[in-house]
């Protein structure tokens, strides 16, 4: 117990004080997305990756907190999937290579001996769809921070009853470890997860809700309970996919087109988002581990199901795609900012004495010519106030 409040309390300090420190060298070197018009660091997730995982391999260096063969190997994958992450944000890397890698990560993790080589195979797909999902999230301004802890939280209480400790004390590190992150990121965000950060933290729950599951499965808990604690996850990777297909677009094409940007467009602030975003995913958790608990039957479940469904269907009638699509009511055009004019050639336009074109009016200046006012109209200007 004790060791317990000192891990979260030394990974939310820690990653707290790294957050802090990649910011200069990440704008330094230019590692930065540009978020309405301003550059936003991208290491966040390494500084997350090094205090969640630094913290949690100390424990299981120091004996205090053992993590066990099951939450050593997610650990070990997560930071795999994080490094993977990390090039995406350095150099860029297509859909293919992460879906693969993704992919192989989660087959190193899942417990084929409680679900079978068929429900490996399974699990193995539904964790790449989640960790995607939680990986659009990661993008709008301290949205994935406040999920990320929410469902870690979750889940440490599941794992905690399945006496999963190494997995619940992992579980409890990250949730500390994103609310020191959520300091820097909170909006206007100072640092971004980037794809490290995301998939790292996507992976870790992902492969966690697998692995808690696995074992409550001898316990008359279905798959309800895994649904219902990434269920703002889940819903926002199928309203995706679904706006993408009906629009005639590429799947793997990215875009402002998730949950967040989409209640922007509605009017919400930052802020907004964030605590509308956090509701949702503390009501569909809330469920998922009273389920889990057999505080409620499995058929709670079908609440959030039907939660999920009206979401998707509402926020699928959102304009995103196309023309109209930047001047919904409270959102702001989300373009780079216009680059100066270039400086005229020498040459190109006429001398300021030249005499003006045959044909021009006097009261119209030629083309290129100085427009400047003249010391009769800056008086009128500065008796009129302006």
Same mark, same amino acid.
């Given at each position: 117990?004790?060791?317990?409040?000192?891990?979260?309390?030394?990974?939310?300090?820690?990653?707290?004080?790294?957050?802090?420190?990649?910011?200069?060298?990440?704008?330094?070197?230019?590692?930065?997305?540009?978020?309405?018009?301003?550059?936003?660091?991208?290491?966040?997730?390494?500084?997350?990756?090094?205090?969640?995982?630094?913290?949690?391999?100390?424990?299981?260096?120091?004996?205090?907190?053992?993590?066990?063969?099951?939450?050593?190997?997610?650990?070990?994958?997560?930071?795999?999937?994080?490094?993977?992450?990390?090039?995406?944000?350095?150099?860029?890397?297509?859909?293919?290579?992460?879906?693969?890698?993704?992919?192989?990560?989660?087959?190193?993790?899942?417990?084929?001996?409680?679900?079978?080589?068929?429900?490996?195979?399974?699990?193995?797909?539904?964790?790449?769809?989640?960790?995607?999902?939680?990986?659009?999230?990661?993008?709008?301004?301290?949205?994935?921070?406040?999920?990320?802890?929410?469902?870690?939280?979750?889940?440490?209480?599941?794992?905690?009853?399945?006496?999963?400790?190494?997995?619940?004390?992992?579980?409890?590190?990250?949730?500390?470890?994103?609310?020191?992150?959520?300091?820097?990121?909170?909006?206007?965000?100072?640092?971004?997860?980037?794809?490290?950060?995301?998939?790292?933290?996507?992976?870790?729950?992902?492969?966690?809700?697998?692995?808690?599951?696995?074992?409550?499965?001898?316990?008359?808990?279905?798959?309800?309970?895994?649904?219902?604690?990434?269920?703002?996850?889940?819903?926002?990777?199928?309203?995706?996919?679904?706006?993408?297909?009906?629009?005639?677009?590429?799947?793997?094409?990215?875009?402002?087109?998730?949950?967040? %940007?989409?209640?922007?467009?509605?009017?919400?602030?930052?802020?907004?988002?964030?605590?509308?975003?956090?509701?949702?995913?503390?009501?569909?958790?809330?469920?998922?581990?009273?389920? %889990?608990?057999?505080?409620?039957?499995?058929?709670?479940?079908?609440?959030?199901?039907?939660?999920?469904?009206?979401?998707?269907?509402?926020?699928?009638?959102?304009?995103?795609?196309?023309?109209?699509?930047?001047?919904?009511?409270?959102?702001?055009?989300?373009?780079?900012?216009?680059?100066?004019?270039?400086?005229?050639?020498?040459?190109?336009?006429?001398?300021?004495?030249?005499?003006?074109?045959?044909?021009?009016?006097?009261?119209?200046?030629?083309?290129?010519?100085?427009?400047?006012?003249?010391?009769?109209?800056?008086?009128?200007?500065?008796?009129?106030?302006?």
């Amino acid at each position: 117990m004790l060791y317990g409040i000192l891990a979260a309390a030394s990974a939310l300090l820690v990653t707290a004080v790294l957050t802090a420190a990649v910011r200069v060298p990440a704008q330094r070197f230019g590692i930065v997305e540009r978020r309405r018009m301003r550059p936003v660091p991208l290491l966040g997730g390494v500084a997350l990756v090094c205090g969640v995982g630094g913290v949690a391999w100390l424990g299981e260096w120091s004996g205090a907190a053992p993590l066990g063969a099951e939450a050593g190997r997610l650990l070990l994958a997560g930071v795999a999937v994080g490094g993977l992450g990390l090039i995406g944000d350095l150099w860029g890397l297509p859909w293919v290579p992460r879906v693969v890698g993704v992919a192989c990560a989660a087959a190193f993790v899942v417990p084929y001996e409680e679900v079978g080589v068929l429900g490996g195979v399974g699990a193995v797909a539904w964790i790449v769809f989640a960790v995607h999902g939680f990986k659009g999230l990661g993008r709008p301004d301290g949205v994935l921070g406040v999920v990320g802890v929410v469902t870690a939280f979750g889940l440490s209480v599941c794992a905690a009853a399945e006496v999963l400790d190494g997995l619940a004390a992992l579980c409890s590190v990250l949730a500390a470890g994103l609310t020191g992150f959520l300091m820097q990121n909170w909006p206007p965000a100072r640092v971004a997860l980037g794809e490290c950060g995301a998939l790292f933290v996507g992976f870790l729950l992902a492969g966690g809700v697998v692995q808690v599951y696995a074992y409550a499965a001898g316990h008359g808990v279905g798959i309800g309970g895994p649904f219902a604690l990434t269920a703002t996850a889940t819903a926002d990777a199928v309203l995706v996919l679904l706006s993408r297909r009906l629009a005639g677009r590429r799947s793997w094409r990215s875009g402002p087109d998730h949950l967040p %940007h989409r209640l922007r467009r509605l009017g919400l602030t930052p802020v907004g988002v964030v605590v509308v975003v956090g509701v949702c995913a503390v009501a569909s958790v809330v469920v998922g581990v009273a389920v %889990h608990m057999l505080w409620m039957t499995a058929g709670g479940v079908w609440w959030v199901v039907g939660a999920a469904v009206v979401v998707v269907a509402g926020m699928s009638r959102v304009r995103v795609y196309g023309l109209g699509a930047s001047g919904a009511r409270g959102a702001r055009a989300m373009s780079r900012p216009r680059r100066p004019d270039p400086a005229p050639a020498a040459g190109r336009f006429p001398a300021a004495d030249a005499p003006p074109p045959r044909g021009a009016s006097a009261a119209a200046p030629a083309v290129g010519a100085s427009r400047r006012p003249d010391a009769v109209a800056l008086e009128r200007r500065a008796q009129a106030g302006w």
